[in-house]
């Protein structure tokens, strides 16, 4: 997936629904005392202000792949240092009290590497705070799949491929040897949405992006109406037009093992 195709103004479209978890993840992180914190794949900032709010006296910083959600983090939030680099290659010389992943590790492959690793950044009695949708199951994502293997658009996004999701027990197996604090658990945030339009644009700013990025602008349109009428029959709307979009997420609090 192209890093250019991230839209900050896409994404921002639900800050509210999309910072609810964040919020949740940040609650749960257990240290007080933080020096220094990161938030990876920071997006255009709205968890990294979580994170600062919350720890008003750290050095807290931010990165992420994508240009346009680096301008528009530092945009919103001048007084922080945001750099552009790729979760995958990121490799700092320092540990920090805090790494943030909110909503980000799920386009990076390789967890089984990338975790335990980003573990090792941390100071002792540092915490890796991590969310990420646990939603291929979901009706949205089945039906992107559907649609994409569709004529006429599966020439072109048919070859779409998604990073692997794991499990919460295939998590803490992971990451039990490597820690002294594991805490994994999951929600499913139920977002009130006006109609399945509603739904449709927000996986825009997401899980619809590969498969988007392959298309032309007729293609896009004509893809995005037959998801939105396919939408429709799995989100049935409530009396009063709105969809409630079911949304569960996986959360996982980890620190080292102390010496």
């Given at each position: ?28 992180v257990p240290n007080d005392a933080v020096k220094v914190a990161v938030d990876l794949g920071c997006g255009p ?215």
């Amino acid at each position: 997936m192209s890093n250019n195709s991230w839209s900050a103004k896409q994404y921002s479209a639900f800050e509210n629904e999309r910072t609810r978890p964040v919020r949740d993840l940040v609650a749960a992180v257990p240290n007080d005392a933080v020096k220094v914190a990161v938030d990876l794949g920071c997006g255009p900032g709205n968890s990294t202000e979580v994170l600062a709010s919350r720890y008003p006296d750290a050095k807290v910083t931010g990165m992420d792949s994508s240009e346009d959600m680096v301008l528009a983090a530092r945009k919103r939030l001048p007084a922080l240092e945001f750099e552009l680099a790729d979760i995958a290659t990121w490799n700092p010389p320092q540990q920090y009290d805090v790494i943030l992943a909110n909503a980000a590790l799920q386009w990076v492959p390789d967890h089984a590497t990338l975790y335990p690793r980003l573990v090792s950044k941390l100071t002792p009695g540092g915490i890796l705070a991590i969310q990420t949708p646990d939603n291929m199951e979901e009706p949205a994502h089945r039906l992107a799949r559907q649609v994409a293997g569709e004529a006429p658009w599966a020439a072109k996004t048919g070859g779409v491929k998604h990073p692997p999701r794991h499990s919460a027990a295939w998590y803490y197996e992971l990451l039990k040897p490597h820690c002294g604090v594991l805490d994994v658990w999951r929600t499913t945030y139920h977002h009130p949405l006006a109609g399945a339009a509603a739904v449709v644009e927000w996986f825009k700013g997401t899980a619809l992006r590969p498969y988007l990025d392959t298309l032309d602008a007729a293609e896009q349109a004509s893809f995005l109406a037959r998801y939105q009428a396919l939408i429709a029959e799995a989100y049935p709307a409530l009396a009063d037009g709105t969809v409630l979009l079911p949304f569960p997420r996986l959360f996982i609090v980890a620190g080292p093992k102390q010496a």
